[in-house]
């Protein structure tokens, strides 16, 4: 049975055409205002100082690693949508192989499937590991909230303070993808006052999927604003020096994520994933290829 093919709105607002990456070109001054080489473009090995030597990128595959993740992670590639190594090549000025080592790397976490002979295409949002990935969120999270709140310095106090009021601003401004960066920031604060900076770390890597379904959630009437009266309580528990209130605050704020996903699911049916067949996905990729006029099998 074929997927609904319903138009994809994540809110009632127009989406803005996503931009394609461009190529990194060599600015006319190097580190400091030194002026480049004329003929290379490139700072001459006098011009290069050891803080120059040190700022050096590593390998081009992270950064385009890094961009498509970001790109997955936001949505602004939607689920099903075809991903073409020529195409990110051309746009970076590369050759396929560092384009080909990010996308594998972004398959091996759920972001991309890949399809031999037929393709490479944006992975639907699981609903099956959400769960299990909140709940997990929810434990570590409810580790970092009680130590946080029984040790809380009165300048850590005016960090999370000053977070709380960038997602103010962001909801003022209607601007979902700034209140996603303060949201992020607040929790990782958290996890900074417990003096367990690793721990957020580690639940980035378990809610990966969980990201991309909670930027469905966003666009939701009266979402933010609710969003935000949690993270108020939680930070009143956090003042207060009271770990239990803090635990069962957060704790809260996160169960909320569990009991919208039904709801999301309803709203965007055709960007979730549910249990299929190998033979299932095969023919959903032959499905998505004819319904773009091109020939099954080819890439």
């Given amino acids: 049975m074929k997927r609904p093919t319903a138009s994809r709105k994540l809110s009632s607002r127009k989406a803005k055409p996503r931009r394609r990456p461009q190529p990194l070109q060599a600015s006319p001054v190097g580190p400091r205002g030194s002026p480049r080489s004329l003929v290379t473009g490139k700072l001459t ?20 690693y890094a961009d498509l993740r970001q790109q997955l992670v936001s949505l602004q590639r939607l689920p099903d949508e075809p ?115 690793g721990i957020w770390t580690l639940i980035q890597q378990v809610k990966i999927h969980v990201d991309r379904y909670r930027r469905l959630t966003l666009p939701q009437p009266g979402r933010i604003t609710r969003a935000i009266a949690e993270h108020e309580t939680i930070l009143a528990a956090i003042a207060a020096h009271d770990p239990a209130q803090a635990v069962a605050a957060i704790g809260d704020h996160l169960e909320r994520l569990l009991a919208d996903i039904s709801a999301t699911q309803e709203l965007n049916p055709d960007l979730f994933a549910i249990a299929e067949s190998k033979a299932g996905a095969d023919r959903r990729v032959t499905d998505q290829q004819k319904q773009r006029g091109r020939k099954p099998g080819r890439v």
Avoid: N, W
Wanted: charged share 25%; hydrophobic share 40%.
């Fill in 83 to 197: 991903v073409s190594e020529s195409e990110i090549a051309e746009a970076y000025g590369v050759s396929r192989t560092p384009v080909r080592e990010a996308i594998l790397k972004l398959a091996d976490e759920g972001l991309l499937e890949i399809f031999p002979q037929s393709g490479i295409f944006v992975s639907r949002i699981p609903i099956a590991e959400l769960p299990e990935a909140i709940l997990v969120r929810r434990a570590l999270e409810e580790t970092t909230a009680r130590i946080a709140a029984s040790q809380a310095t009165a300048s850590q106090l005016l960090a999370l303070q000053s977070v709380l009021q960038s997602q103010r601003e962001a909801e003022s401004a209607d601007d979902h993808d700034a209140f996603h960066r303060a949201d992020e920031a607040f929790h990782a604060t958290i996890a900074e006052v417990a003096g367990y900076p």
């Fill in 45 to 64: 090995s006098a011009e290069r100082g050891p803080k120059s030597r040190s700022k050096r990128a590593g390998p081009l595959s992270a950064t385009i």
